[in-house]
Nanobody
Framework: QVQLVESGGGLVQAGGSLRLSCAAS????????MGWFRQAPGKEREFVAA????????YYSDSVRGRFTISRLNTKNTVYLQMNNLKPEDTAVYYC????????????????WGQGTQVTVSS
């Protein structure tokens, strides 16, 4: 079982930036595709971004494309989400997930999940 721990969430003003990190342990990190998801109160979980095992292929939801960037450093067993030009509608708990297939992540499915980190964007 892969253990995932998110960090970097917090309170930021609209237009500001945050960088989320997800540290993995327990298995070979480089063999997994990784993704970020979010869930706001009263809403379903939403796919945000995904990256394949090598980092050469990325995917984004329409709502974050051009503002967020997903990346990974396999030597550190860590995936990142750089969040720029944040909007109040970005407020949610952000979750990191791992999967054997990036296509599963794009379909809002993951094999292993972190505990989440809160991101709050004030207007």
């Amino acid at each position: 079982q892969v253990q995932l721990v998110e960090s970097g969430g917090g309170l930021v003003q609209a237009g500001g930036s945050l960088r989320l990190s997800c540290a993995a342990s327990g298995r070979t990190f480089s063999s997994y595709a990784m993704g970020w998801f979010r869930q706001a109160p009263g809403k379903e979980r939403e796919f945000v971004a995904a990256i394949n095992w090598s980092g050469g292929v990325t995917y984004y939801s329409d709502s974050v494309r051009g503002r967020f960037t997903i990346s990974r450093l396999n030597t550190k067993n860590t995936v990142y989400l750089q969040m720029n030009n944040l909007k109040p509608e970005d407020t949610a708990v952000y979750y990191c997930a791992a999967s054997g297939a990036v296509a599963s992540l794009r379909g809002n499915l993951g094999d292993h999940w972190g505990q989440g980190t809160q991101v709050t964007v004030s207007s």
